[in-house]
């Protein structure tokens, strides 16, 4: 019996960059600190948005840099029938609708749906899928962000499961996978939390149970921008995976010793493992700071 499950689910949009590296990071050691399973999960529920090549090049840029998974790699690409059918139940209750808003309707509503098409009888061929959302706040304790809460009905309003073009939610797709691979802990980037409420009210609509959270900090660059897929964060070089690796630890506080410059990745992952200090992790970093570690 394990009694931790983490996972890593990188999305194949892109490269891997040093945002995704210390997700990965702190999500490995957490779990290996604690003799956990770790698993790898590739999120490709966008084909449109995949860039070819991607997939291979993340597996292997995360070989390099010494992580070593257990159990298969487990594609969304691959479930797309246990999605389907959650969406027909939750049509069939009554808790999802169709809705025919084109995006020209829901221009200047800063993402907040207002709920046009609720009541709306028809069955159209081409819609989304929307859930309905309740007037309640939904709140949790991560472990390195404290308490986030978000009001569902006022700051998110129903959202998109299934999108028009046929393609799942990241929402939807992230909090039933997470369940059937027996995640107890999601350790990941902080652009997600305030994903998370809409998961927490999924897991409780679906009667899953609610895994423990750690949102890494995010890093801001000097101008304000969070360094991601879109900004230019350069992919991670397969040469410089040690001293990446450092720079990663030292991000999350980690404070790892002059002797290992040098040491291979396997040798920084095992020193990572054996002084992990979760406690330690700041809540966020700018560029800069980012840049000394
Ligand atoms: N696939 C998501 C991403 O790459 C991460 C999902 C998650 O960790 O919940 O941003
Ligand atoms: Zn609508």
Known sequence: MTAYVGRFAPTPSG???????IAALASYLDARAKQGIWRVRMEDLDPPREVPG?????????ERYGFEWDGPIERQS??????AATVARLMQSGLAYACTCSRKQLEGLGGLYPGICRNAQHLPQKAAIRIRVPELVYSFTDRVQGTFQQHLGR???DFIICRRDGFYAYQLAV?????????TDIVRGADLLDSTPRQLYLQELLGLSQPRYLHVPLIIQPDGHKLGKSYRSPPLAANEASSLLLRGLRALKQHPPQELTG???AEILRWGIAHWQPQAIPQCLTLPEADLC
Do not use: C, K, M, N
């Not at 490269?15 to 590296?21: A, D, V």
């Not at 991607?54 to 995360?62: H, K, P």
């Not at 909090?175 to 995640?183: R, S």
């Open 15 to 21: 490269y891997l960059h040093f945002g995704s590296l």
């Open 54 to 62: 991607a997939q291979d090049a993340i597996l292997q840029t995360l």
């Open 78 to 83: 691959e479930r797309h029938e246990i999605y």
């Open 155 to 157: 700051e998110v309003g």
């Open 175 to 183: 909090v039933l996978d997470d369940a059937w691979q027996g995640v």
């Open 263 to 265: 040491a291979t990745p």
